[in-house]
């Protein structure tokens, strides 16, 4: 894998996980020419939720977000490749289903921002940051994609 490939989290929450869509989610990513580097699915601890939502301790949604999150199991995962992080994004849709674009996860499958089935990173820093919270460094399984070039050659 090339050095310089970005890598985000993507979380499929537990209304994702719940409703089978694990696949068809991965399946998004995978077609962008996305790599997975790393996944596991697990039941986030209190302490988890409480670290990766930090930012929105205080706000009238957090103690609702935190319930959530640890309700059922969580898919957690890292996606690798040239601009990982907006080409998640733009894949992912607006936190508000109702206003993500026509082919997003969120539009495609989601109606209420509550259960917007996805989590992604938003930066190079909250990746870098939210990466480190849900895995160990020898979690994540870097390896050559043989199609590399056809979907990142540039001319």
């Known amino acids: 894998m090339e050095e310089a490939f970005e890598k985000t989290l993507v979380l499929v929450k537990p209304d994702g996980v719940q409703r089978k869509l694990i696949g068809t989610i991965t399946n998004r990513f995978e077609e962008r020419g996305l790599q997975l580097v790393a996944a596991k699915m697990l039941l986030v601890n209190k302490e988890l939720a ?77 990746a870098e940051r939210e990466i480190a919270l849900w895995f160990k460094e020898e979690e994540i399984c870097e390896w050559a994609d043989h199609h590399h070039e056809l979907i990142f050659g540039k001319n």
Do not use: C
């Open 50 to 126: 409480e670290k990766h939502y930090q930012e929105h301790k205080g706000k009238s949604f957090y103690n609702g977000l935190i319930k959530y999150i640890t309700s059922a199991p969580t898919m957690a995962m890292v996606w690798a490749g040239e601009h990982a992080i907006e080409a998640v994004r733009q894949t992912v849709g607006k936190t508000n289903p109702l206003e993500a674009a026509p082919g997003s996860i969120r539009h495609d499958f989601a109606l209420l921002t509550s259960r917007n089935l996805v989590h992604a990173s938003d930066s190079v820093e909250t």
